[in-house]
């Protein structure tokens, strides 16, 4: 089941973030938004759509201004307010921004147990459990190498983001952590909505 758009997010205004604080309070009046543009086929808005910064122009190198800046504030804003702003990834793979409240919605529909999640998903959490990895760390030690390996470990890896699993800590370079441990409360109500709610189902 996929995070449903917020029904009470306020309307969005033209191009008007430029800094983190700016951000911030996008993302906490829409509750959720995706990175990039997505043509409007998700139901969501998108960061890129409110930041204000110049496209890139004909001819210019490079991602341009617009990009670079969607880019940096994605990554620090979880980084500067990991209380308060989530960054991961929705059933379908997109990545995302969202409050705390919303994060918590999310996670009833989408987190899974490890028992739930893939062989290579799992070799993955088995290192990442014994302290915050980068990527380049977490690749080499679970022994994603040979033919096929870093299409498998993104794979993993994503696995691990949408089941609700681990929660990157950094991003320079990206860090992974179980997902229990930076998030505890949220965690453990998850597990016993969970637990209700098949309780409920075996009851009828």
């Known amino acids: 089941m996929r995070s449903t758009p917020s029904r009470d997010a306020a ?6 973030v430029r800094t983190v604080e700016d951000a911030k ?5 829409v509750g959720l938004c995706l990175i990039f543009s997505e043509s409007g086929r998700l139901g969501y808005p998108t960061l890129w759509d409110v930041v204000d910064a110049p496209d890139k122009r004909p001819g210019e190198r490079g991602f341009g201004e617009r990009t670079n ?5 994605k990554n620090d804003l979880p980084a ?5 702003i989530f960054y991961g990834k929705l059933a379908n793979g997109r990545a995302m921004l969202c409050t705390i409240e919303r994060l918590e919605e999310i996670l009833r529909e989408q987190r899974r147990e490890p028992d739930e999640v893939s062989r290579d998903a799992r070799r993955l959490l088995t290192v990442i459990a014994t302290r915050p990895i980068t990527n ?38 990206d860090t992974w952590f179980p997902f229990d441990a930076a ?13 209700r709610s098949s309780a409920g189902s075996r009851a009828r």
Do not use: S
């Not at 800046?69 to 504030?73: A, G």
């Not at 500067?80 to 308060?84: A, G, H, N």
């Open 11 to 16: 309307p969005i205004r033209d191009r008007w």
């Open 69 to 73: 800046l969607v880019w940096r504030l």
């Open 183 to 195: 998030y505890p409360g949220l965690a453990e109500r998850a597990r016993a909505a969970r637990r």
């Open 136 to 173: 380049r760390e977490l690749r080499a030690e679970a022994g994603f190498e040979g033919p096929g390996a870093e299409r498998r470990f993104n794979r993993a890896l994503q696995e691990l983001q949408v089941a609700m699993l681990i929660a990157r800590v950094d991003t320079d370079p």
């Open 25 to 29: 309070r996008f993302v906490e009046e």
């Open 80 to 84: 500067m307010y990991p209380d308060e």
